[in-house]
T-cell receptor, first 115, second 113 residues
Framework: GAGVSQSPSNKVTEKGKDVELRCDPI?????LYWYRQSLGQGLEFLIY????????KSGLPSDRFSAERTGGSVSTLTIQRTQQEDSAVYLC?????????????FGPGTRLLVL | GEDVEQSLFLSVREGDSSVINCTYT??????LYWYKQEPGAGLQLLTY?????DMKQDQRLTVLLNKKDKHLSLRIADTQTGDSAIYFC?????????????FGSGTQLTVLP
């Protein structure tokens, strides 16, 4: 079956420009997560959407970062006025809320390079 | 410091066993996970263990959990070159609304021929 997809796979942008990253979760998964993976680092939680509830934005590093999830499915992560330190791999994951372990399934990521 | 800690590198010979260790700090963690990341790819779930279990075995993989010491390990038997990857330990800190995972920085496993 189809897994989590993300686009674009790679994005090179200039400092100060805005970028939009897209995530298509697994059909039927009500929970969606964004993480950031910097070079040689673990994954840093950014934001979590659960159904129609207000998202948990506690991991967003600054107000330049925002995300939305339309229709309970596709999500877009927007970074405004990009900085070089925003360069990282941005990973999206989705899960069901059925059962306890709520396994998160990850997409392949978007590799963002800010010049 | 990091909530979840792992050593950065591990090298083993093909055919040997690999043991990747992880320590976590939240005793209320309900589930602990091992993910594998191959170069240029996303994270692939390998296995997970519920906090009331001590051990879980799945083919070549054995997960051991020492809840008292907050120590988790992943043993890969008969390690193959295809096992070369970064392995991430992750914890889900509590049940309920906080469902995001906290990851370690990953252990780069290199399998030598």
């Amino acid at each position: 079956g189809a897994g989590v997809s993300q686009s674009p796979s790679n994005k090179v942008t200039e400092k100060g420009k805005d970028v939009e990253l897209r995530c298509d979760p697994i059909s039927g998964h009500t929970a969606l997560y964004w993480y950031r993976q910097s070079l040689g680092q673990g994954l840093e939680f950014l934001i979590y959407f659960q159904g129609n509830s207000a998202p948990d934005k506690s991991g967003l590093p600054s107000d330049r970062f925002s995300a939305e999830r339309t229709g309970g499915s596709v999500s877009t992560l927007t970074i405004q006025r990009t900085q070089q330190e925003d360069s990282a791999v941005y990973l999206c994951a989705s899960s069901t809320l059925l059962g306890g372990e709520g396994t998160q399934y990850f997409g392949p990521g978007t590799r963002l390079l800010v010049l | 410091g990091e909530d979840v800690e792992q050593s950065l590198f591990l090298s083993v010979r093909e055919g040997d066993s690999s043991v990747i260790n992880c320590t976590y700090t939240d005793s209320s963690s309900t589930y602990l996970y091992w993910y594998k990341q191959e170069p240029g790819a996303g994270l692939q779930l390998l296995t997970y263990i519920f906090s009331n279990m001590d051990m879980k075995q799945d083919q070549r993989l054995t997960v051991l959990l020492n809840k008292k010491d907050k120590h988790l390990s992943l043993r890969i038997a008969d390690t193959q070159t295809g096992d070369s990857a970064i392995y991430f330990c992750a914890e889900k800190k509590r049940a309920g609304s906080a469902r995001q995972l906290t990851f370690g920085s990953g252990t780069q496993l290199t399998v030598l021929p």
